[in-house]
Nanobody, 120 residues
Framework: QVQLVESGGGLVQPGGSLRLSCAAS????????MGWYRQAPGKERELVAT???????NYADSVKGRFTISRDNSKNTAYLEMSSLKLEDTAVYFC??????????????WGQGTQVAVSS
């Protein structure tokens, strides 16, 4: 069984910063790509940023220069540093990871989501 748990969401003023964490646990053999997605009320889930096992990153145009994705492979954890937050960054942020279990199977896993609210 593999589990992803996000943390770090909250309420922040425009221009502020937050750091999200996503910790993977369970029967993990290896973790390939990890990513962050978000879903605002009434909108579809969208990609925010991804990072490969080797550290190559990809960002949505809307967050380039403001958000930074990173990972600590020793802790099976991914991070999303968010700065210069805007009202439109308000959403539930979800962590995603492609994980090979200790038993060999590969699965695509999602966390439960963490709320980020940007408001003055």
């Amino acid at each position: 069984q593999v589990q992803l748990v996000e943390s770090g969401g909250g309420l922040v003023q425009p221009g502020g910063s937050l750091r999200l964490s996503c910790a993977a646990s369970g029967s993990i053999g290896s973790i390939n790509a990890m990513g962050w997605y978000r879903q605002a009320p009434g909108k579809e889930r969208e990609l925010v940023a991804t990072i490969t096992g080797g550290g190559r990153t990809n960002y949505a145009d809307s967050v380039k220069g403001r958000f930074t994705i990173s990972r600590d492979n020793s802790k099976n954890t991914a991070y999303l540093e968010m700065s210069s937050l805007k009202l439109e960054d308000t959403a539930v942020y979800f962590c995603n990871a492609a994980i090979r279990s200790r038993f060999g199977g590969i699965g695509d896993y999602w966390g439960q989501g963490t709320q980020v609210a940007v408001s003055s």
